[in-house]
């Protein structure tokens, strides 16, 4: 029977107080891959600083494969020749989530409430349910949504509240659309920032060529201003309309 060379040791933090989880998820890595792994845990801060000192590392944990150091997580995915993520790089993946969570929430209650998979109300609760996801991404971290929110927004760099505000205004219609409750306060509100927001992002990507992130799903997010955050304000736009319709306000 032929030798499995697949070797792989690793050394990673396992304290009483502390278990590094990327030394899990590079042993599970490696193992998924074949390797026989020779775990090392270092299990106190002297033992800790002895092998940073001894291999001449920063971080870790640390993997050598066949004798050789490859280095942490991230390395060791290049290594292997995976995809390794870039945190700068922009994504779209944030939203597509939502929207898809969103959408499949929208159906299944159309299923469960009037046994049918898409009808009018599928729509409506689709996009009220994503104007409540959405605020709930903004709202996790106000002031970092509003400081991106003010590179772009027409309103919010006039009067700057308005970008502590928009999260809630946003929150809150999206909360009574889904209900269908108090639609003299959800219809303006929704109409109104929804507006202003599809007119910002215009103005900013197709007018003045900019290169922005979008606050649209808060404000530490790599998700390009665009496409996506103008459809959420023309979704906002269009339910409200709709709703006015519906109710005949026309």
Avoid at 11 to 27: A, D, F, V, W
Avoid at 79 to 107: C, M
Avoid at 228 to 245: F, H, P
Wanted: glycine letters at 8%; aromatic letters at 12%; charged letters at 20%.
């Amino acid at each position: 029977m032929q030798k499995n060379t697949k070797h792989a040791v690793v050394y990673r933090m396992l304290t009483p107080k502390h278990s590094c989880p990327y030394g899990l998820k590079l042993i599970d890595l490696l193992r998924r891959e074949g390797y026989t792994i020779e775990d090392k845990p270092l299990r106190s801060r002297e033992e800790i600083d002895a092998f940073k000192a001894e291999n001449d590392v920063k971080t870790t944990p640390q993997a050598f494969i066949n004798g050789e150091r490859i280095g942490g997580y991230e390395a060791v995915r290049k290594h292997l020749g995976k995809k390794v993520r870039d945190p700068e790089a922009t994504t779209y993946r944030p939203v597509a989530v939502l929207f898809s969570l969103t959408a499949l929430t929208a159906i299944t209650l159309t299923k469960g409430f009037y046994d049918q998979w898409l009808t009018g109300q599928t729509i409506e609760w689709f996009i009220a349910l994503s104007m409540v996801a959405l605020a709930m991404l903004k709202l996790q971290d106000v002031e970092s949504f509003s400081t991106m929110f003010l590179n772009y927004d027409l309103l919010a760099k006039r009067w700057v509240p308005y970008g502590y505000v928009y999260p809630y205004a946003e929150g809150l219609a999206g909360v009574l659309m889904v209900g269908g409750l108090l639609n003299w306060i959800s219809i303006p509100v929704a109409l109104f920032i929804g507006t202003v927001g599809a007119l910002s992002v215009f103005k900013a990507v197709y007018i003045d060529r900019r290169e922005l992130k979008c606050a649209c799903v808060g404000g530490s997010t790599r998700v390009p201003l665009g496409f996506i955050s103008l459809t959420e304000n023309l979704m906002m736009i269009g339910m409200a309309l709709w709703m006015w319709y519906a109710h005949g306000w026309f």
